[in-house]
T-cell receptor, first 113, second 116 residues
Framework: EDKVVQSPLSLVVHEGDTVTLNCSYE??????LLWYKQEKKAPTFLFML????IEKKSGRLSSILDKKELFSILNITATQTGDSAIYLC?????????????FGKGTKLSVKP | NAGVTQTPKFQVLKTGQSMTLQCAQD?????MSWYRQDPGMGLRLIHY???????DQGEVPNGYNVSRSTTEDFPLRLLSAAPSQTSVYFC???????????????FGSGTRLTVV
């Protein structure tokens, strides 16, 4: 059964801390891995990772994929209260002409002042 | 540029009632889908469509119907609402049937449904 597992499920840190969110996966036809940030409403796209070892970076956020060990991490440095959100990891499962995203349960990050 | 629009934003139903959640996109996206999000369960795919006239089931399709008569609209119908269908529902779209491979999805703002 295809699955995406995120850890931890929740995390409380203080402003300025650095956090690492984990995503491991087992899917039949892996194509890519995506990270989303969900605040109060719709998930918003952060990164798409396709190749191992190539870091994607956007400001204080960065992510990397390990296709051999089947996991990805999302790092947030110098956290701010605005980083408080649920972070979703999703894997593109694509074989033949069909495919979809498989989501993990998310990591709820709370950043305290 | 409206993107993906979902209506209503909130809804309370009684058990056994039927209703339709609306989803419309103005980006000429071929691919549209419905997800439900429950605490501790993540996002789970209900139904999806790769183009007008084409729909298919996702992970949790029971109790829901969909149709895709136009490219723009992808309504989700609850035939006889049950408390287990209390959830937040998201509609998502992508430019082509394989566009999500490069672009991920664009999500609507969600519909919070409570069935009592």
């Amino acid at each position: 059964e295809d699955k995406v597992v995120q850890s931890p499920l929740s995390l409380v840190v203080h402003e300025g801390d650095t956090v690492t969110l984990n995503c491991s996966y087992e899917v039949t036809n892996f194509r890519s891995l995506l990270w989303y940030k969900q605040e109060k409403k719709a998930p918003t796209f952060l990164f798409m990772l396709t190749s191992s070892g190539i870091e994607k970076k956007s400001g204080r956020l960065s992510s990397i994929l390990d296709k051999k060990e089947l996991f990805s991490i999302l790092n947030i440095t110098a956290t701010q209260t605005g980083d408080s959100a649920i972070y979703l990891c999703a894997v593109v499962n694509y074989g033949g002409s069909q495919g979809n995203l498989i989501f993990g349960k998310g990591t709820k990050l709370s950043v305290k002042p | 540029n409206a993107g993906v629009t979902q209506t209503p934003k909130f809804q309370v139903l009684k058990t056994g009632q039927s209703m339709t959640l609306q989803c419309a996109q103005d980006m000429n996206h071929e691919y549209m889908s419905w997800y439900r999000q429950d605490p501790g369960m993540g996002l789970r795919l209900i139904h999806y469509s790769v183009g007008a006239g084409i729909t298919d089931q996702g992970e949790v399709p029971n109790g829901y119907n969909v149709s895709r008569s136009t490219t723009e609209d992808f309504p989700l119908r609850l035939l006889s609402a049950a408390p287990s269908q209390t959830s937040v529902y998201f509609c998502a779209s992508s430019p082509t049937r394989t566009g999500f491979l490069n672009y991920g999805y664009t999500f609507g703002s969600g519909t919070r449904l409570t069935v009592v």
